[in-house]
């Protein structure tokens, strides 16, 4: 059983930075994707950034310029690197691994809060 442990959420003001980390546990097989996801409320979880296991990277629109994914693979933990925040990017943030030919785990969700 894979275990994702995010941390690194917290309160903001409007143009600063936060970085998420999302470390996993317990995996034997491959990694196949890593991606952050985010959730308002009343709205529905949306898509932040992914990055496949080659490497590409994929960003929502209204994120790009200003979030950046990375990864360490030695530590299994993925990052979310975020500056210019916006109150706009308030939400609980998710952590997704996709692991072998099926395998799909979420982490717990991280509390971000951009002040005005």
């Known amino acids: 059983q894979v275990q994702l442990v995010e941390s690194g959420g917290g309160l903001v003001q409007a143009g600063g930075s936060l970085r998420l980390s999302c470390a996993a546990s317990?995996?034997?097989?491959?990694?196949?994707?890593m991606a952050w996801y985010r959730q308002a409320p009343r709205k529905q979880r949306e898509l932040v950034s992914s990055?496949?296991?080659?490497?590409?990277?994929n960003y929502a629109d209204s994120v790009k310029g200003r979030f950046t994914i990375s990864r360490d693979n030695a530590k299994n933990t993925v990052y979310l690197q975020m500056n210019s925040l916006k109150p706009e990017d308030t939400g609980l943030y998710y952590c997704?691994?996709?692991?072998?030919?099926?395998?799909?785990?979420w982490g717990q969700g991280t509390q971000v809060t951009v002040s005005s």
């Open positions: 997704n691994f996709r692991v072998g030919a099926f395998g799909e785990y």
């Open positions: 317990g995996s034997r097989s491959s990694v196949r994707a």
């Open positions: 990055m496949s296991s080659g490497g590409s990277t």
